[in-house]
């Protein structure tokens, strides 16, 4: 990461931005993301890589941009509980600490040692996750986008908040 990011707070969206947000109800994004992971981890669900998350419940809460996923995996398939009020395990970040951990410019554990990421909940499930997670092969085509978008985001962040 370069120099003036580290020096001073990191890139998150501006409350201006997340307040609309919140007005989307929950079912939206959350079948959105599920749809993407169902696509994207389609072998790993195929070969039953991911029955750890058998109807359990993970909390991905994004704070910087006040949304909320609730996913589980049932039969073969992630899908979205949008009606849960219970998570065996919640991760919990910013959007930007998302971004460089799916871009993989940043690993999990960095993430979470510099308290980062948070964990919660269920910590033998969180193990897993992780595991599944540091063990895939990402497709080029979908980094490079996850990458151009974190950087993206650090340069309006450094123009709108530049060092004295």
């Known amino acids: 990461m370069n120099q003036q990011i580290e020096n001073k707070s990191l890139p998150k969206i501006p409350a201006l931005l ?78 930007y600490d998302f971004l460089l951990l799916a871009s993989r410019r940043e690993d999990a554990d960095t993430l979470f040692f510099n308290r980062r990421l948070r964990l919660g909940g269920n910590t033998e499930l969180g193990l897993y996750v992780k595991n599944f997670l540091d063990g895939q092969e990402v497709d080029e085509q979908l980094l490079k986008p996850l990458d151009k978008t974190s950087r993206f985001f650090e340069k309006i962040w450094q123009f709108n908040f530049p060092m004295k």
């Open 18 to 95: 997340s307040f609309p947000i919140g007005f989307i109800p929950p079912i939206i994004p959350n079948t959105v993301l599920v749809s993407l992971l169902n696509k994207i981890f389609a072998n790993a669900i195929d070969e039953e890589e991911l029955d750890f998350l058998h109807r359990r419940v993970l909390l991905i809460r994004v704070t910087d941009a006040n949304l909320s996923f609730r996913i589980t995996l049932i039969g073969n398939r992630l899908v979205a509980c949008n009606h849960c009020q219970h998570h065996d395990l919640l991760i919990e970040g910013s959007s």
